[in-house]
Nanobody
Framework: VQLQESGGGLVQAGGSLRLSCTVS????????MGWFRQLQGKEREGVSC????????YYADSVKGRLTITRDNAKSTLYLQMNSLKPEDTAMYYC????????????????????WGQGTQVTVSS
């Protein structure tokens, strides 16, 4: 199983980015997916989760209203639309496959996720 993130970069505060995560080696529509991030010097934290169909989503309080998770099962690709970015959003962003098809029960707990990408860096300047 391979996950490949892309779309990171340098953006000014208030700007937008869209991250992508392409998955291969498993039936993409058979798993829920999540985005995580790791700020420098801090532990990795959950950002968002999406169910297998895209019909259910969950967000960390810190990103609600600014970040949107979506998926395209036909393309085996997960997305994270990031708007109104803040300097505190600066981090390495990772996508991961979740055990099961829903985000129910600890949607942002790392223990519920199995396969991980290598990450893409997002830097927001003030």
């Amino acid at each position: 199983v391979q996950l490949q993130e892309s779309g990171g970069g340098l953006v000014q505060a208030g700007g937008s980015l869209r991250l992508s995560c392409t998955v291969s080696g498993l039936r993409f529509e058979s798993v829920a997916m999540g985005w995580f991030r790791q700020l420098q010097g801090k532990e990795r934290e959950g950002v968002s989760c999406i169910s297998w169909s895209g019909g259910s989503t969950y967000y960390a309080d810190s990103v609600k209203g600014r970040l949107t998770i979506t998926r395209d099962n036909a393309k085996s690709t997960l997305y994270l639309q990031m708007n109104s970015l803040k300097p505190e959003d600066t981090a390495m962003y990772y996508c991961a496959t979740r055990e099961g098809v829903t985000c129910a029960a600890s949607p942002l707990s790392e223990n519920r996720y199995r396969y991980w990408g290598q990450g893409t860096q997002v830097t927001v300047s003030s």
